[in-house]
């Protein structure tokens, strides 16, 4: 059967000459697999649909669903709210880089979760359209996906009490931990002020809580990048 539904673009890999498979996490059936052919290729036309495969692209879908079926195929696309910014601004993309891995690693659910999904479209909107103080965009995003994962620090030492559980809490600055409180209840419209020594370490420990509580999070490789853009 034939369903519409909306998606994120997670990632795709080349499969044979001129297709792909791509991950999407969609709004009614969550994380699903797509063969997608003629794709790939040096004409204009084959350009102009492997754009729409892009991470993180928000998409209009007409899809094939079989459940368990691996993989699916989709009938009909469109991208009617095209990214204005990402796409075209390094520190942006850098970020967009780093969240992709996040999401890469943390949506695996093949099933629809209608909230996790709007608070993702909404927050890649938000992203796209935000013109200064995006810097701590990536921090805000891991703190509010949390609650839909189900494991949501209430407060900073909620979350540094179990990352330093088991190998000894360090002194942890009183400012990093207001800076932490501030970014858990902020908008990302908010600009809460840190220095970079300060965001790093927020992130590490992010990334602990992360490995703590998603199986086989393990390590980022978009992370270095991350860390000197963001310098």
Same mark, same amino acid.
């Given at each position: ?5 909306? /998606? ?12 792909? *498979?791509?991950?999407?996490? @969609?709004?009614?059936? /969550? $994380? ?11 004409? =204009? ?11 993180? %692209? $928000?998409?209009?879908?007409? *899809? ?35 969240? @992709? +891995? ?5 949506? =695996?659910?093949? +099933?629809?979760? %209608?909230?996790?999904? +709007? ?21 805000? $995003?891991?703190? =509010? ?25 360090? %002194? ?6 207001? *800076? ?25 420990? #992010? ?6 509580? *998603?199986? /086989? ?8 990048? #991350? ?5």
């Amino acid at each position: 059967m034939l369903h519409k539904t909306r /998606g994120i673009v997670l990632n795709f890999i080349k499969y044979r000459e001129t297709s792909i *498979v791509t991950r999407i996490y @969609t709004e009614d059936f /969550g $994380l699903q697999s797509y063969i997608v052919n003629g794709v790939r290729g040096s004409n =204009k036309r084959s350009k102009s649909k492997i754009s729409f495969f892009q991470p993180l %692209t $928000l998409l209009e879908l007409v *899809v094939y669903y079989k459940r368990n079926a691996g993989l699916n195929r989709i009938s009909e696309i469109k991208c009617p709210e095209p990214y204005q910014s990402i796409p075209y601004d390094f520190r942006k993309s850098s970020i967009a880089m780093f969240v @992709t +891995e996040v999401l890469n690693k943390c949506l =695996k659910e093949e +099933e629809s979760n %209608t909230n996790q999904f +709007e608070f993702l479209r909404y927050s890649l909107q938000m992203f796209d359209h935000l013109e200064g103080h995006y810097e701590n965009f990536h921090l805000q $995003l891991m703190l =509010k996906l949390s609650r839909y994962l189900g494991f949501a620090p209430a407060t900073a030492d909620d979350l540094f009490n179990e990352v330093y559980e088991y190998i000894g809490k360090p %002194t942890i600055d009183e400012q990093d931990r207001q *800076v932490l409180d501030l970014l858990l209840q902020s908008p990302y419209t908010s600009s809460v002020k840190m220095s970079n020594a300060t965001r790093r370490l927020l992130l590490d420990d #992010l990334i602990k809580y992360y490995q703590r509580h *998603v199986s /086989g999070f393990g390590e980022l490789k978009s992370i270095a990048v #991350l860390r000197e853009i963001l310098e």
